[in-house]
Nanobody, 125 residues
């Protein structure tokens, strides 16, 4: 059974950092693109970052570019999202998603078939 489990969320002050993890089971990351999305209360789900199956293509939304970094650990079958210089507007539930895609990754939520349960990130003083 294909499963994604996010962890690493929490409460952090503005300017702080968090690292989210997305552990995959039931499939190998070698053949899947992985993306992070987030959804704040009352807002639509927003694509944050993605990495393709080969790990040689990444993509970031303008709102997080230069602050967030996505990476894959194939040995651990886990994708990470390092989030630095966090802002209150980064507060949201963060989800990881997997799609059996090819080529460069894109941030369209409809392209991803498997989703985790989400982890809450709250940036507040």
């Amino acid at each position: 059974q294909l499963q994604l489990v996010e962890s690493g969320g929490g409460l952090v002050q503005p300017g702080g950092s968090l690292r989210l993890s997305c552990a995959a089971s039931g499939f190998t990351l070698d053949y899947y693109h992985i993306a992070w999305f987030r959804q704040a209360p009352g807002k639509e789900r927003e694509g944050v970052s993605c990495i393709n199956s080969n790990g040689d293509s990444t993509n970031y939304s303008d709102s997080v570019k230069g602050r967030f970094t996505i990476s894959k650990d194939y040995a651990k079958n886990t994708v990470y999202l390092q989030m630095n210089s966090l802002k209150p507007e980064d507060t949201a539930v963060y989800y990881c998603a997997a799609g059996a895609l090819i080529g460069r990754c894109v941030l369209g939520p409809g392209l991803y078939d498997y989703w985790g349960q989400g982890t809450q990130v709250t940036v507040s003083s």
